[in-house]
């Protein structure tokens, strides 16, 4: 029988993964999911249903940035990207726009 191996840690979510996470690039705010929002080094926020009905609740949220998939904190940079691990070395390159409508 095989054993187990890759991501086998639970991530840590200091938030309500419950309400609408959005993250601001370039000055628009866009929704993502909360494994990508508690790795996201930039301005955050999250929309919850308020208290009476039919209101919402928003409210940065300045807690601690993860690098992605794992629980190790880092110090923000406000880059406005998701904080991947340095160790890891990247193979995908970039392609240029292709001229397809």
């Not at 991530?11 to 929704?31: A, H, P, Q």
């Not at 929002?37 to 926020?45: A, I, L, Q, V």
């Not at 807690?63 to 691990?85: A, D, H, L």
């Amino acid at each position: 029988m095989a054993e187990k191996t890759g991501n086998t840690v639970k991530l840590v979510y200091d938030f309500n993964t419950s309400g609408v996470c959005e993250v601001c690039i370039k000055g628009n705010w866009y929704r993502t999911t909360a494994r990508e929002f508690r790795s996201f080094d930039g301005n955050r926020r999250i929309t919850q249903p308020g208290t009476q009905i039919g209101t919402q609740d928003t409210y940065d949220y300045n807690g601690p940035v993860y690098v992605v998939q794992t629980n190790i904190q880092v110090e923000r940079t406000y880059s406005e990207t998701i904080v991947t691990n340095p160790n890891i070395s990247v193979t995908q390159k970039s392609l240029q726009n292709s001229n397809r409508i």
